[in-house]
């Protein structure tokens, strides 16, 4: 991640657009105390309605609560009520990815990889 951003204590994110799909990378713990944060900055970056998807990549998240996983899912809600496709989320570590499958979030937001 390049030029990452203190999204709170534990968490930083940063954020590339390739041809016209953003991709946001999550660096550290995202929990209810930096929720807010997270979703005011992914949504500074998202691209306009019409273009590609914004992609969150998890490889670097070494934590999620319930807290992170509703930001998520109001993140991809708010996205597809402004036209986007929503949220794509690829590369989680094994023990986000337990949390993310025992939440049942993968029905709402596309999951890969």
């Known amino acids: 991640m390049t030029h990452p951003d203190a999204l709170g204590p534990f968490l930083r994110g940063g954020a590339v ?3 016209g ?5 999550l660096e550290g713990e995202l929990d209810l105390a930096a929720a807010d944060v997270f979703c005011r900055r992914v949504a500074q ?3 306009v309605p ?5 992609v969150l990549d998890l490889s670097d998240l070494t934590f999620i609560d319930p807290g992170g996983l509703r930001a998520l899912c109001q993140l991809d809600e708010a996205l597809r009520a402004s036209g ?10 094994p023990q986000v990815r337990n949390v993310f499958d025992a939440a049942g979030v993968g029905a709402y937001v596309t999951v890969v990889g």
């Open 17 to 19: 657009h390739l041809d």
């Open 21 to 25: 799909t953003l991709v946001y990378a």
């Open 84 to 93: 986007g496709p929503g949220l794509v989320v690829r590369n989680m570590q």
């Open 45 to 47: 970056f998202a691209p």
């Open 50 to 54: 019409g273009e590609g998807p914004v």
